[in-house]
């Protein structure tokens, strides 16, 4: 899979927004947010997206599946710092047989400060490839 979606930086592109702060453990001696911390912010606002929908990711696991990221991409617009209040706008970017794709904007206040993309496989707790499920296309064509 190769990432295909380009993360709009309008907020408004966004059906979910999930707040976060940065924590001090995330930041270098500068007070900046490392790259590497980036992912588990996206990934705790997808998560925080799947539960706002009504399809929990630990029920999806209970349901026998699991949504392996296959891909990660982000760019650097402007630092993060120690204790700034960030927005994870989230969405739903493509959806195929097996696989979809989230994007990301992250902003403080009005301000861009990233974007981003996951691609994502879905696989049985076995890890064989599997068909996504159904709520997942129609969350594609609500868009």
Request: hydrophobic share 40%.
């Amino acid at each position: 899979m190769r990432i295909s979606a380009d993360p709009s930086t309008d907020p408004l592109d966004y059906p979910f927004t999930h707040r976060l702060r940065v924590r001090f453990a995330e930041t270098d001696g500068m007070g900046i947010v490392h790259h590497s911390r980036y992912l588990p912010m996206v990934e705790e606002a997808r998560v925080a997206y799947l539960r706002h929908i009504g399809h929990p990711y630990q029920e999806i696991r209970e349901d026998g599946l699991e949504m392996n990221v296959l891909e990660a991409w982000m760019k650097y617009r402007r630092p993060l710092l120690f204790d700034d209040v960030v927005d994870v706008h989230t969405s739903v970017a493509s959806v195929e047989r097996a696989s979809f794709q989230m994007e990301y904007l992250l902003t403080v206040d009005a301000d861009v400060r990233a974007t981003g993309v996951t691609a994502h496989g879905c696989v049985t707790n076995a890890g064989r490839p599997t068909r996504l499920p159904a709520w997942m296309h129609e969350l594609e064509r609500a868009k």
